[in-house]
């Protein structure tokens, strides 16, 4: 918001969304704030309706339509989408772009048009221009003849390095203000390829914990149950008949593939909100889940079960679906606004933490306020946000961390002795909405208890 208003400029995130906030920001005369982020979100809801169809045009090609309608009304109705399609930020436009990217692939490998390769090579560089995560496109590229038979290499190549070329070309007129600067370089792009390497504030790779972080703590919350056991059935039902796989599908189990195991084997595991990172992935499974059920339907032959792909495909939609309309209809029972209403009846001054309030921070972490210097202040209360000590506190539970996150966990522990009233949301709570939000009283000079 603030880049589109003007008031800052950042590269933690290439330039696509800010330019496009800024036509429709300009388009429907939105000025204040609030406008701002109401029309970015609405186009981010455009882009996530867009990537529904989109996804539906590729599983076409991949399923028997109907199941091909199921797969793509798996990924419409899922929280992940859902969620992430309210927020004003990159993530809906490179899921997009991504699937764009896959179409004009397939379209490829499939004519050898020209045409393609100058589609597919401006949508990777958009898709780059919306997120840096959209390198993953070109390793896309750079791998489809391991699993797609092309009919010449040679050619194949060069109109994938013409492609290339093309999104080169895109990338650089999108974010000329970037590669000329070598501060922006650093503190964009070469930034957020460390995180991949080093994580956030806690870093975790899941093989070496023995289990999948991203299927348990983003996918199965993210798609529910009933979607995830149908995709990894289908999923399976591909790799048995693998020389069967249309190129679509071969190229949709490719790209989530590498999405996820890049996800998965990165240390880069922020909750809330990791599930933006498997975006990437969920065409995939939604192909996954559309296959199963087409299978099943293929080994159903006595007329008395003739109904049962069909009440099966209904009871799978139903429970993402359920869940999705409890996240949307939550959204207007803002913890924030609850905690801000509290503290402006009950509280003297007081020292907020990110996420605990409508408005700006008063300090970047309540872990690293000096409580005795800030009650000499006239502060009496201050707030803290679940997305903050949650972080340190799951931190604190795995080796190997930085030492400031267990220092941090410990002193969020110390300052949770003292009274504090919690304002928990009454709704299901996924990616960045609905923070627990704490506000400590801190008049007394120490927590009740201690000497």
Known sequence: MRIVAGGESGWSDPALLSHLGGVTATLVEAESPRQIVRAG??????????????????????????????GAATAAVSPMLVSQAHYFAPDMIALALGLTSVLCLVRLTETDGPRWAVGLGGAVGLGVSAHYGGVLLVLLCATTPVVVPVRDGRAFRKQVGQAMLVAAITFAALNAPLLLSGQHLITGPWVQFLRIFRGDHVHLISPAHGDSFHLRETLWPGLTGPVVLA????????????????????????????????????????????????????????????????????????????????????????????????????????????ADAWIAANAGRTLRAPYTSTGPPDVASLAAVDLEAARRGGVTHVATSSFAYDTFARGSRLANQHDYVYERHKRYQELFEYPYVEFRPDHPSFGWSHPTVRVLDIRAPRPPGRP
């Open 231 to 338: 995709a990894a059935i289908g999923i399976a039902c591909a790799i048995h008949r693998r020389r069967m796989l249309s190129t679509a599908a071969r190229l949709l189990l490719l790209s989530g593939g590498l999405a996820f195991a890049i996800a998965e084997l990165s240390p880069l595991k922020p909750l809330p909100g990791a599930e933006r990172y498997m975006l990437a992935v969920l065409p995939a499974l939604a192909f996954g889940a559309g296959l199963a059920l087409q299978t099943l339907a293929g080994t159903v032959h006595r007329r008395s079960f003739q109904w049962g792909p069909v009440v099966t495909m209904a009871v799978v939609l139903a429970v993402p679906a359920c869940v999705s309309v409890q996240i949307v209809r939550g959204l207007g029972d803002d913890t924030r606004l609850r």
């Open 41 to 70: 979100r609405v186009l981010c809801a455009i882009a996530g309706a867009l990537s529904v169809f989109l996804l539906w045009q590729l599983l076409r090609q991949a399923l028997q339509p109907v199941y091909a309608l199921f």
